[in-house]
């Protein structure tokens, strides 16, 4: 039914055992992003009772140091065995969960952390995240990211009748769920009117449509199955992983209602042994309401055009048949530019129970899809509690 | 392999100054290649030819874009006839009245200062 996925990573062959935000918002005057990282890492050690001198395999990726992996290994004092800072967006640190079960599996660290950092509301987007001159696109002066999901909002509208509406209605939804999580961003109801009413950025995007921008970081530390049981908390198993790779640019994506989240959601559900109907928790990308959509469709949640249709009436809100993006999302809870780990981080956490309020009950399967650059890079996470197993 | 004497950018924009949409064509891999580049994305060979697009195409997405400070402006992507896609702006219509499906046809929008010229798309209708 499942076992090690064509790369030969094998189900269940590490597990998050340690997961925390760093400060979230506006942080204080003068904090980094090597700051936020460090404590990020510190929260996520104390989380599981492992220390700093444990941690072998070092991971990271922000926007605002060019050599984050020198930089956080000189500030906590440490020489990782294993080291990786793949950055394509977003989604980074799913393709970080692959790699860091890859080094477990291997031998290569026995403790990963997988940290993030971001200063873009203290320091501005445009200092947080230094556009990059592209010819072909550079002179239609594409407010990006927002005009390139907006392109895919187009199509989408365009080729299944999806509407500013039901769009509306994952901003919400997430809404809804941001008002169950204490640190969230947002903390004043919103209603679909108000989402269409909303300054227009790019149609049919108005700023309700659109992802904040705040401060923020954390860490997930991650080590082998036997390891992990003799820790503080339960540990939460990565079950299946996956990830693809469609384009960089929104004029070079293939097609733009079909995302790589099809391909790397089979991959990972395919390693898992298990479907979209076995997943009890749904953390999706939300930097846009259209991802959110998107997604839902590719990853099996229901049919291809059908996701506009699927979010209507409240199915994804509290309450709703399918619990999606319970911290509130990127719409509504903190969005500090690349924000896949916060997903990792509600998926543990739901997992072991820890979400008073917004608890999703009796949750054993979550799923945690990242998404990079304008749909660009897509990875795709299922974790498990020991049950699974 | 010799050296490249002149950039797949320096090629395009040399054919833009002179009003020609140019783009790549890969014998390898029976089909258009867009941006310009020095391989095809579809074959892996280095060996492209240039080509000038008739100008014609249909609008495949289009969206508004509205900055904070200035007048709302409309970003498209274009699929042209010869099959290959780019970034584009369809102007002299209401950036609003701009539809999936458009015929469209190409100009130049010449150059500004350090802005070199580029491409933009007008409504051809029955084309």
């Known amino acids: ?389 | 392999m010799a050296e490249t004497a002149r950039s797949p950018l320096a090629i395009y924009q040399a054919h833009l100054d002179k009003g020609e949409l140019a783009y790549q064509w890969s014998p390898a891999a029976g089909r258009a290649v867009f941006y310009p580049r020095v391989v095809c994305p579809y074959s892996g060979n280095t060996e492209l030819e240039w080509r000038i697009s008739k100008g014609l195409g249909t609008v495949y997405a289009t969206t508004v874009t509205h900055p904070v400070q200035g007048t709302p402006y409309n970003i498209v992507l274009v699929d042209c006839d010869e099959g290959f896609r780019l970034m584009s702006r369809v102007e002299e219509i209401d950036p609003m009245a701009v539809k999936i499906g458009m015929r469209v046809r190409f100009r130049v929008h010449p150059a500004e200062g350090e802005q070199p010229a580029y491409p933009v798309f007008v409504p051809a209708e029955g084309a």
């Open chain 1, 1 to 389: 039914m499942s076992g090690p996925d064509n790369r030969g990573l094998r189900r269940g062959g590490a597990a998050i055992v340690g997961a925390a935000e760093s400060d979230l918002g506006h942080v204080a005057e003068g904090m980094n992003v090597i700051d936020l990282m460090a404590q990020g890492i510190t929260r996520a050690l104390a989380d599981c009772g492992l220390a700093l001198k444990d941690v072998d395999g070092l991971i990271c990726a922000t926007t605002q140091s060019r050599t984050s992996g020198l930089n956080l290994s000189e500030y906590l004092g440490i020489s990782p065995a294993f080291i990786d800072t793949t950055i394509i967006g977003g989604s980074s640190f799913m393709f970080h969960v692959g790699h860091a079960l890859a080094a477990i599996q291997l031998g290569l660290c026995n403790v990963a952390v997988i940290a993030y950092g971001s200063t873009q509301r203290s320091v501005g987007r445009r200092q947080a995240s230094v556009r990059e001159i592209n010819p072909y696109e550079t002179p239609y002066r594409p407010f990006l990211p927002s005009s390139a999901y907006a392109l895919a909002a187009s199509r989408h509208m365009f080729e299944f009748g999806t509407t500013r509406e039901q769009m509306a209605a994952v901003a919400v939804a997430a809404r809804q769920w941001a008002l169950k999580n204490p640190v969230a961003w947002e903390k004043k109801p919103l209603s679909i009117d108000e989402v269409l009413g909303a300054r227009m950025v790019s149609y049919p995007f108005t700023v309700r449509d659109i992802c904040l921008v705040t401060d923020g970081g954390g860490a997930i530390v991650l080590t082998a199955p036997d390891r992990a049981k003799s820790l503080k908390k339960p540990p939460v198993y990565v079950l299946g992983h996956g990830q693809a790779i469609t384009h960089a640019n929104i004029s070079s994506m293939p097609d733009l209602t079909v995302t790589g989240a099809l391909a790397s959601g089979k991959a990972a559900y395919a390693m898992a042994g298990l479907a979209a109907k076995d997943i009890d928790v749904v953390e999706l990308y939300d930097a846009f309401t259209i991802n959110t959509i998107l997604f839902l469709e590719d990853l099996g949640f229901c049919p291809k055009g059908e996701g506009g249709r699927f979010v209507e009436g409240g199915r994804i809100a509290p309450g709703g048949s399918l619990p999606v993006n319970t911290n509130g999302g990127g719409l509504s809870y903190c969005h500090p530019g690349m924000y896949g780990l916060f997903l990792l981080i509600e998926a543990v956490r739901q997992l072991r129970g820890e979400c008073g309020e917004r608890q999703v009950k009796g949750a054993e399967t979550a799923i945690a899809h990242g998404n990079g650059g304008v749909l660009s890079s897509q990875s795709t996470v299922i974790l498990g509690t020991e049950a699974t197993l």
